[in-house]
């Protein structure tokens, strides 16, 4: 059953409240990805690679017509300690929030978590430089 005929299947809002028991294989890594593990009943994103589709204008509607690859760009820490990745589409340049699962890859939550810190917008080898520049005495002890 293709998206198009799926969409006119359910009434509007149909996944918001129901649970999406589908096993599909992700389109970036081509792992075969179940919702058995995920900690929820609302499995939206390949574990492994972190990446999803472009399918919902408001969660659970699955009304876009982008189909676009949602890719993980960040991580953040919702109110109560529960951590959620951000996804941009590749297409259309959307961003989303999304819980993570219970079995989502944890190196790659926590590479896409380091990665500001490991890729400055400064070269760190100036950084001694920069310090002195905001009134500091420029030492890193």
Known sequence: MNRENKRRSFEKGYYKNH????SFTCKVCGRLVTPQGAGSEHRNHCPNCLCSLHVDNEP?????????????????????????????CRRCGE?????IAADDNP???????????CEPPFPLERIEELTALMAGDGSLN
Do not use: F, Q, T, Y
């Not at 961003?95 to 819980?99: I, Y």
């Open 60 to 88: 659970g509607d699955r009304e876009s017509d982008c189909g676009g690859i949602m890719e993980p760009v960040a991580v953040w820490v919702r109110k109560g300690g529960e951590w959620a990745v951000i996804h941009r």
């Open 19 to 22: 649970a999406w028991n589908d």
């Open 107 to 117: 190196m790659k939550l926590m590479s896409i978590a380091m990665k500001p810190l």
């Open 95 to 99: 961003l989303s929030s999304n819980r």
